[in-house]
T-cell receptor
Framework: KQEVTQIPAALSVPEGENLVLNCSFT??????LQWFRQDPGKGLTSLLL?????REQTSGRLNASLDKSSGRSTLYIAASQPGDSATYLC????????????FGAGTRLFVKA | GAVVSQHPSWVICKSGTSVKIECRSL??????MFWYRQFPKQSLMLMAT?????????EQGVEKDKFLINHASLTLSTLTVTSAHPEDSSFYIC????????????????FGPGTRLTVT
């Protein structure tokens, strides 16, 4: 059974710092992995999607990596800003291409001005 | 990418009333949609799979008579929380499966922004 774990559960950093959020999954047979942002009381915003054949994706100050063999993904945020404060969710779609996406519990990030 | 919308984005209702949440695929046809639920500080969990023109498939532990799903068209699925109670307060998100296989050889799915339900 696929399980997705995100560490740390919460993180507080000063503005400008580079940071890494971690996601691990127990079954390496995945179709893709997706990182989302969720603001308090708001919906999901897709940040980056990495297909199983890819090793990383980049968008602006965000970089997500995927190491299937070790069951890990990292989301790197460069030069953090207060506006980056949100919960970041990692989600894994099963390798069969099915749709029972498994979500991690998220990392709550707070960037202090 | 394809866009999935949900309406309303948030709703407050009184205990005992029913609430309907809509999920729409805006620029593509979705034969299959999925409903997820997120309790505070917990992960999103799949509730049910909604198939156009047929009955929904519910995950274990989800009450089908309480969470009514109707997928009446290729662009719309609705989730109705019947006789809502405070414990039904949650964040509900839908996703939609694109009708044709993508380059990766499977169907892509896109998530809606979610609906926050508060039952008082």
């Amino acid at each position: 059974k696929q399980e997705v774990t995100q560490i740390p559960a919460a993180l507080s950093v000063p503005e400008g710092e580079n940071l890494v959020l971690n996601c691990s999954f127990t079954d390496s047979a995945i179709y893709n992995l997706q990182w989302f942002r969720q603001d308090p009381g708001k919906g999901l915003t897709s940040l980056l999607l990495i297909q199983s054949s890819q090793r990383e994706q980049t968008s602006g100050r965000l970089n997500a990596s995927l190491d299937k063999s070790s069951g890990r993904s990292t989301l790197y945020i460069a030069a953090s800003q207060p506006g980056d404060s949100a919960t970041y969710l990692c989600a894994v779609r099963p390798g069969t291409g099915g749709f029972k996406t498994i979500f991690g519990a998220g990392t709550r990030l707070f960037v202090k001005a | 990418g394809a866009v999935v919308s949900q309406h309303p984005s948030w709703v407050i209702c009184k205990s005992g009333t029913s609430v309907k949440i809509e999920c729409r695929s805006l620029d593509f046809q979705a034969t299959t949609m999925f409903w997820y639920r997120q309790f505070p500080k917990q992960s999103l969990m799949l509730m049910a799979t909604s198939n156009e023109g047929s009955k929904a498939t519910y995950e274990q532990g989800v009450e089908k008579d309480k969470f009514l799903i109707n997928h009446a068209s290729l662009t719309l699925s609705t989730l109705t929380v019947t006789s809502a109670h405070p414990e039904d307060s949650s964040f509900y998100i839908c996703s939609a499966r694109v009708g044709a296989k993508g380059l990766a050889g499977s169907y892509e799915q896109y998530f809606g922004p979610g609906t926050r339900l508060t039952v008082t």
